[in-house]
């Protein structure tokens, strides 16, 4: 059995592959295409789209004419704020004809008036009188406070409105005045103030428009809208290509890619690929000890689980079902997943690449996402992914090579790997440096084993005569008073009776009842007032047993002069005694011990934190490509680039990549600590309880592609640049093409216009490759003047 762990503490904290015939995926290549592009969807497939259609119209309904939501994108499937809910209404809102317009002239010498050199047409503003409806100081304060929240945009993002007025249209802006209330009334907490509106971009944008071409891959249409819409197109293929693009009936076109000629061949042809749609793809693996290689300073749980997220992506279903206490460790503990075996051929060239997410939500976790690439013996070559650093919200990057953590970390310091939040400029400026402090966490531990060494009991009690003058009162008022303290000390201790831990001081009023009634009143009535205390202490030794001391005393009370000022008390009878019993052993009682622990927090969020990315390791020769590129919300390539870098190999070292391992692990932390454990109960399954609970992190993988270079050369020559089930998109708006998400601009034609679509205008559009290698869909969004 192959381990390697490091015994590393937390930072700042007090063989066999599964198939056992060798196989080569070859990625479905040659696989049979369907002629047409669109089936005629089932009744079953009719009716759930209109359910889903249902409950979407009852999730993101219109607003009202009084109404608007601000924040609403339904294909990103954020629902909005509608104003409703931030206690206002909405008077009538004016769509503004034209946006804002600058006249552009020039004075010329001789020249009777000005020459006039164009409008430029800047913004739209809306000005949009609203209602803060208020009963009262603390419902005006609320309404504001919300209306503030909703309205004040930070980043540079715009954000989306829609008015209940003309609710089809979408507009892209900012408030750009928030004025103060004015009062309707004297007396009234309603109050009325006009919001200004400024959207950026003028268009009014309807909904999105979504369609395929037809069966010869041809698209006749005649977009909605009356002005320029900026398509994206979606290929989707079911066999090789070279080149992908389209052409409208102007001849301006979008080519990408390679012209097909019988001289380009699939110098990089893929060898394995997985979209990761289904967990059954995988092994998990549920013990170590099966393979040749390890997890670095980690191991898997038996009972972990995964699950699929949406269609394209795995994640954690749980770490382990039996959890894992927190011991200062750094080890972390999850799931982990084995592909199947591939060859990337002779050359040993590779690319390998693929996709993970890793989201921080409580800033101490202490998790990872990560893959390793193993030989074909099964051997470890190296690992990648996203982690927690421990005790901050500063994550790290890191790829590694090495047969284990101590072979990584020399290669490391020779320059063979990295560790870092990234290395380009974009990725160093995301860090924010807060500042350290330290959190407090309340300990309560559940203790099984806890005895009394010493307890003391004080049973309280008291009459009270309150007559004041009988002369005035003809009734008094009699209080009685039954309390009973106890304290006690105990001591954890072990089977054979030795303590593994401190004292434990407890007091507790264990009984406390008071009750009064009207009695006939006399001049002397007070005479009756009387307490009395009986205390007894009980001392329990392993040699002595059980020691019982114990005292009583009676006191009577006379009122202070002046009604109201208290009483005195003095004794009037005491007596004590006590007693052992050699017989009597400590008296286990199961509690719980409270304690508090400080444990420090450093806050510099950096965009490790929060980040999706695409992985791509490149070997030719002895050199390693390593880029991470930041992916967008969409699934695209956002265009930021978390890290370029190149690693020379050393001699003699193995790169031949074989099998690809996914881990996903959580190292319990000082919150994780169980502090009760209630065990299973019949078909009730055991329960815990711990310091702290929070959040885990958002680990996903999506997507995994291994490609074969034959050659050195490959990646500089004409080749297939796209395989069977491969996706590539074309976005006319940000004029990016991209495949399977990563941006592939590097194959566009310099000659390539980007051409686009005109509302109210028919539009002819030739898309290529032919329909028997890749289907084409297509969106939109209509604007409006």
């Known amino acids: 059995m192959a381990t390697d762990f490091t015994n590393e503490m937390i930072p700042g904290d007090n063989f066999n592959a599964p198939d056992i015939n060798f196989q080569n995926d070859t990625s479905n290549a040659g696989s049979d295409n369907p002629e047409l592009n669109y089936v005629a969807p ?20 219109d607003p009202k004419a009084d109404e608007f939501v601000i924040g609403r994108n339904q294909d990103a499937g954020w629902v909005g704020v509608n104003s409703s809910d931030l206690g206002i209404i909405v008077g009538h809102v004016t769509l503004p004809l034209a946006p804002t317009i600058t006249e552009l002239t020039q004075n010329a010498s001789g020249m009777y008036g000005q020459r006039w050199l164009g409008n430029n047409y800047g913004a739209k503003v809306f000005n949009i009188p609203v ?85 010869t891959n041809k698209l006749e249409i005649m977009p909605d809208g009356n002005d320029i819409a900026k398509p994206t197109y979606q290929f989707t293929f079911s066999s090789d290509s070279n080149n992908f693009g389209y052409t409208n009936s102007k001849g301006d076109n979008v080519f990408v890619g390679f012209p097909d000629d019988s001289n380009t061949q699939d110098l990089t042809p893929v060898v394995y690929r997985d979209p990761i749609e289904d967990v059954g793809t995988f092994t998990q693996i549920t013990d170590m000890s099966t393979q040749n290689w390890a997890l670095s300073n980690a191991d898997v749980t038996p009972d972990a689980a995964v699950k699929m997220l949406g269609k394209h992506a795995i994640t954690v279903d749980k770490f382990w079902g039996t959890p894992k206490d927190y011991t200062g460790q750094a080890t972390a503990y999850g799931p982990a997943l084995l592909t199947k075996r591939f060859n990337v051929g002779s050359t040993g060239d590779w690319r390998v690449s693929t996709r993970i997410s ?226 009597a052993g400590r008296v286990n009682q199961p509690g719980t011990i409270t304690s508090t622990i400080k444990e420090f927090y450093y806050d510099a969020p950096n965009i490790i934190t929060n980040l999706w990315a695409n992985f791509e390791l490149t070997k030719i020769g002895n050199q390693i490509h390593l880029l991470v590129n930041q992916i967008a919300g969409s699934g695209l390539e956002s265009g930021n680039t978390v890290l370029d870098y190149t690693v020379t190999v050393p001699d003699g070292f193995n790169t031949q990549v074989a099998q690809i391992a996914y881990f996903f692990g959580k190292t319990p932390i000082h919150e994780d600590k169980i502090t009760k454990t ?49 996706t590539a998109t074309i976005d006319t708006e940000t004029e990016n093409v991209y495949i399977n998400g990563k941006v592939a601009n590097k194959y566009l034609s310099p000659a390539s216009t980007y051409p686009l679509l005109t509302g109210g ?25």
Not at 42 to 61: N, P, S, V
Not at 171 to 188: K, L, N, R
Not at 680 to 694: F, I, L, M, Q, R
Not at 765 to 784: G, L
Request: aromatic content about 12%; glycine content about 8%; overall charge negative.
């Open 678 to 726: 209630t065990p299973a109960d019949n078909d009730k399954p055991a329960s815990y309880e711990y310091v702290k609970p929070y959040q885990d992190d958002r680990l996903t993988v999506t997507d995994l592609t291994v490609q074969s270079i034959t050659t050195a050369e490959a990646l500089k020559k004409a080749h297939t640049i796209i395989h069977a089930g491969d």
């Open 131 to 215: 209602t803060i409806i208020a009963t009262d100081a603390d419902e005006y304060l609320k309404n504001t406070e919300l209306l503030s929240k909703a309205l004040i945009q930070m980043g540079n993002t715009e954000a989306p409105i829609v008015f209940g007025q003309f609710p089809d249209r979408t507009f892209y802006g900012h408030f750009t005045s928030i004025p103060e209330p004015a009062y309707i009334g004297q007396g009234s907490w309603d109050a009325t103030l006009t919001l200004q509106f400024t959207a950026s971009d003028p268009h009014g944008y309807l909904k999105q428009v979504i369609g395929s071409a037809d069966n």
């Open 42 to 61: 089932t009744e079953g497939e009719i009716e759930l789209k209109a359910i889903d259609d249902e409950i979407k119209q009852a999730y993101y309904r």
């Open 761 to 785: 205008q028919s539009e002819s559009i030739q898309f290529f490759p032919t329909a028997d290698k890749a289907t084409v869909r297509y969106n939109y969004r209509p604007a409006m003047k």
């Open 358 to 583: 890793h989201q921080q939500f409580y800033p101490r976790a202490y998790q990872r996402t990560e893959f390793y690439l193993l030989d074909k013996d099964g051997n470890r070559i190296g690992r990648a992914g996203l982690y927690d650093s421990g005790s901050s919200n500063n994550g790290v990057l890191k790829i590694l090579f090495g047969k284990n953590t101590d072979e990584e970390n020399a290669n490391y310091s020779n320059g063979f790997g990295f560790i870092g939040p990234g290395n380009t400029k974009w990725a160093l400026d995301q860090t924010k440096n807060i500042g350290g402090h330290e959190v407090t966490l309340q300990v309560n531990q559940y203790e099984p084993n806890l005895t009394v060494d010493r307890q003391v009991s004080t049973h309280f009690t008291q009459c009270l005569y309150d007559g004041h003058d009988s002369r005035f009162l003809p009734d008094a008022v009699k209080w009685q008073r039954d309390m009973l303290t106890v304290e006690k000390w105990k001591t954890p201790r072990d089977s054979s009776g030795k303590a593994t831990g401190p004292q434990i001081y407890t007091k507790e009023v264990e009984q406390d009842r008071a009750s009064h009634e009207t009695v006939p009143n006399s001049s002397d009535i007070w005479k009756n007032s009387t307490q009395d205390y009986y205390k007894w202490t009980q001392v329990w030794d392993s040699a002595m047993g059980e020691t019982l001391t114990w005292s009583r005393w009676h006191n009577v009370g006379t009122p202070n002069p002046g009604y109201g000022n208290g009483w005195s008390w003095r004794s009037t009878s005491y007596d004590r005694g006590g007693n052992w019993d050699k017989g």
